[in-house]
């Protein structure tokens, strides 16, 4: 199973934004981390889009574990709340997840997962850059 943590920052909401993805493979290789900033936009949409993004660097038929400290990506995804906004990332993520078997659990944020807060420090730089 791929395992793909997740995280989107913003300094001000909206504001300045950064998203981060870290994806480790079925055999345990760490691969690079993608990450980058957006110039206005606010922080449910970064966590969207590091959702988004690290999806698109996983092959399509692929068994997927995506981490997340975001109880709106997480719950929207597993318990089907509602989508009042961001209908266009949530329209690319299920395109994504409709060609991968993909799972989202969540993540208490800042809890010391090592993986899960260098997600959380690459986002939160990339948004103040």
Known sequence: MIQVYTDGAC??????G???A????????RHPYFGGPVPDTTNQRM????????????????EIKV???SLYVVNTMMQGWKRRANNDLWAKLDRLVMKRSVRF??????????IQEEADRLASKAAGS
């Open 67 to 69: 981490f997340s400290d």
């Open 105 to 114: 659990e969540w993540v208490k944020g800042h809890n010391g997962h090592p």
């Open 47 to 62: 966590e969207v889009t590091a959702a988004i993004e690290g999806l698109e660097r996983t092959p399509a038929g692929s």
């Open 11 to 16: 300094k001000g909401n909206p504001g300045p």
């Open 22 to 29: 870290l994806v480790i493979d079925e055999a345990g290789n």
């Open 18 to 20: 950064g998203w981060a």
